[in-house]
């Protein structure tokens, strides 16, 4: 109503225009609006006025859409956790595997992984194997790749365990960060898909005997319990034997529930090169 105003002239004409409506009591009541004349076009102000709030309506949803959308696609840089700043970049294109190799195989079945997570599959997907053997790298392919394909909606996150719990420690003391207990199950526990890197590392090298802390078994407690009806992939060193004796059995069940495993037995250690001049 208020574009037609502007647009020109406006007088009355002679039809009407009958609109119902529900009042009180449940009785449907019609009313008639006189039609006006606008430049030499009929129009039902009531009408003219429905159209344009439906047109501002859809301007809202489709900007919301769009900020929903920013804020979703960027969660992966916004809010991740890496110790290795390097693996934001990784990619399946980047990884480097020599043909026939165990690399080759496994990198084959995390795309295979990628394939059935975007035929709307849920399962969870672990990377077993030793230190620099390209686990992360290709958890975060993954990701990378759900993140920035199809409609690019979904929320995608990398989470270096050991630098979690660095953080939560620290918010025991210090009283300004927002990185505590509860902001860390709330913010995993949302995500669609999720990358819980280094599982076990916390507590030291491979073979300890050691037990994970308190506050770490309630987080992933929180986190497996939230993730039920979601896919997360993991990463670790250790068999699942001795991450039951590192942490809570049911707990460690709840995590590997539904798991797809990618095992690296025979690859070594990717990081380790030498350097000649």
Do not use: W
Not at 145 to 173: A, G, H, K, P, Y
Not at 176 to 181: A, G
Not at 247 to 269: G, P
């Amino acid at each position: 109503m208020e574009n037609l105003k502007k647009s020109g002239r406006m007088e009355s004409t002679s039809n009407y225009c009958e609109h119902e409506s529900i009042a009180s009591l449940g009785r449907t009541i019609t009313k008639r609006y006189q039609k006006l004349m606008f430049d030499g076009i009929e129009v039902c102000p009531k009408c003219e006025s429905e159209r344009e709030t439906e047109e501002l309506e859809k301007k809202e949803s489709a900007r919301l859409n769009r900020a929903l959308f920013s804020k979703n696609y960027l969660t992966l840089e916004s809010k991740s956790l890496f110790k290795d700043k390097t693996l934001i970049r990784a990619t399946f294109k980047n990884y480097e595997c020599s043909p026939n190799s165990e690399e080759e195989t496994n990198k084959a079945r995390a795309i295979k992984a990628v394939n059935q997570y975007r035929s709307g599959n849920k399962f969870n997907t672990l990377f077993h194997g030793d230190p620099g053997v390209g686990k992360s790298h290709l958890a975060m392919s993954i990701i990378r790749n759900m993140n920035e394909t199809d409609n690019q909606d979904r929320t995608c996150l990398f989470i270096d365990i050991d630098e979690m719990l660095s953080r939560v420690r620290d918010s025991f003391s210090n009283k300004e960060s927002i990185y505590t207990e509860r902001y860390f199950i709330q913010l995993l526990s949302k995500v669609d898909f999720l990358v819980l890197d280094d599982l076990g590392a916390e507590t030291g090298a491979t073979g300890t005997d050691k037990k994970a802390s308190d506050y770490t078994i309630r987080i992933l407690k929180g986190i497996a319990d939230s993730r039920q009806d979601k896919s997360t992939i993991f990463t670790t060193n250790l068999d699942r034997e001795s991450l039951c004796r590192m942490y809570d059995a049911k707990t460690v069940s709840r995590l590997l529930r539904d798991t797809y495993v990618i095992k690296f037995e025979n690859t070594s250690d990717k990081r380790i090169r030498n350097i000649n001049f």
